[in-house]
């Protein structure tokens, strides 16, 4: 039995999957966040999070390094930690520090630090000649505007430090450009009270298919587990409406996205102790990167890899974090793809009606989750306003995504807000 540090996490389903899988192989953890509440809040009523099922649960300010690794220092000569790890993307760079400090398994905190910042993440790419779009990274309001200039619109305004799509938008003209500027201005805290970096990152909007890759990297060698397809909407913004795994491409595409991920990955230095989720852009012009994420994948992409592959990537995380070899052997489940469609609001109000219980029983879905009656909706910006999801697997070949979308418009068809 093994004993990991769980240094925070997110409270959707990844916060479930990964003390399932550190639980189902057969290890514990000890938890330390800056707020329990929050994790308290996350839990439905009546219920536990899985996250305060660790055998301690230890509070602590996680965000500030210098005094967190003397306290990492403190609870490791009590408890004996065997590996670090986090769901959660604000603290990944905070891990890998406590594993260098600690002489635990894992990435080099460098390697994961600019994997975390898209605008170090771009650096690293152009100087290792990995494609990308144009770009530029800027503070100044005329700065800015010059290099949207230069760049040329329609272009992407991003964040470097925020996830699940937050301010992400795409901008036609400098009237626009100003207003994605000034809210992403108006908005200085990430949502667990870090203070965000000022700089803008401007990028050439790329045209195309996006896929995501899925990786795992051992010593020093990464392994494909497959590639995921993604549809994208809510123009401006960039909201993951569904993912189907694998994806639906030609044999010269996939190897295509693949070959573009690892020389990101080895770019960077992910090369070991990690599991990775590198978006791609199959632009007219060749593949193209989007980002890098060191941890597994979220918006359900881990579950539907599981339910094709049997390859659980929460458990090669785990493994990795330990410094083990992780079980990435296929095996047979009965299904050649997976899907999965979230519910978008597209209007701000209170949702009055949803009436999603008779999917449960369809043939071929695997999961259906749906908010209730009663909670205050708003307009979808980012990935975290969905109304719920349906999963749908298909044993005879690529229909689960059809499938899936056809589950979806029976729900819309039905849903009231007011």
């Not at 490791?76 to 065997?82: K, L, N, S, V």
């Not at 852009?281 to 989007?290: N, S």
Request: glycine share 10%.
């Amino acid at each position: 039995m093994a004993h990991l540090l769980v240094v925070e996490s997110w409270v959707g389903s990844m916060s479930r999957l990964l003390p399932r899988a550190i639980r189902e192989g057969g290890h514990e953890f000890t938890f330390l966040t800056r707020d329990l509440h929050h994790y308290l809040r996350a839990a439905p009523e009546g219920t536990s999070h899985p996250l305060l099922g660790a055998r301690n649960v230890v509070t602590a300010d996680t965000n500030d390094i210098d005094a967190l690794l003397p306290e990492a220092d403190r609870l490791h000569t009590a408890f004996g930690f065997d590996g670090v790890i986090s769901s959660c993307d604000y603290y990944l760079p905070t891990v890998a520090r406590i594993a260098g400090h600690l002489g635990l398994p894992g990435p080099a905190p460098k390697a994961v630090a600019n994997a975390c910042r898209k605008d170090a993440t771009r650096r690293v790419l152009a100087d290792a000649d990995v494609p990308g779009p144009r770009f530029a990274l800027h503070e100044e309001w005329a700065d800015l505007a010059r290099a949207a200039g230069e760049i040329g619109y329609p272009l992407v305004v991003k964040p470097v430090d925020l996830c699940a799509g937050m301010y992400v938008r795409r901008v036609d003209n400098e009237t626009e450009l100003m207003a994605a500027v000034r809210a992403l201005a108006d908005f200085p805290l990430n949502a667990r009270g870090q203070r965000r970096v000022p700089a803008v990152l401007l990028e050439e909007l790329l045209t195309g298919p996006e896929v995501s890759v899925e990786t795992v990297s051992y010593a020093g060698a990464v392994h494909v587990v497959g590639v995921t397809d993604k549809s994208v909407g809510g123009a401006p913004a960039f909201i993951e409406t569904g993912h189907m795994f694998p994806a639906a491409l030609t044999a010269a595409d996939a190897d295509a996205a693949e070959q573009t991920a690892l020389g990101a990955l080895k770019a960077l230095g992910l090369t070991d102790g990690v599991v990775a989720h590198t978006e791609i852009k199959l632009t007219p012009a060749g593949p193209r990167v989007v980002e890098v994420n060191p941890r597994p994948a979220g918006n359900r992409i881990t579950e539907l890899v599981r339910h094709v592959t049997g390859i659980d990537l929460a458990a090669a995380a785990v493994e990795v974090a330990l410094g083990r070899a992780p079980d990435l052997r296929r095996r047979e489940t009965g299904l050649r793809s997976a899907a999965v469609g979230f519910l978008v609001p597209g209007t701000t109000g209170t949702l009055e009606a949803l009436d999603g219980g008779h999917l449960a029983d369809r043939e071929g879905v695997l999961e259906v989750q749906l908010a209730e009656p009663g909670r205050p909706v708003r307009a979808a910006g980012s990935n975290n306003e969905y109304l719920g999801h349906v999963m749908v697997g298909d044993p005879a070949g690529p229909g689960a995504r059809e499938r899936v979308e056809t589950l979806l418009g029976e729900l819309r068809s039905g849903l009231v807000i007011r």
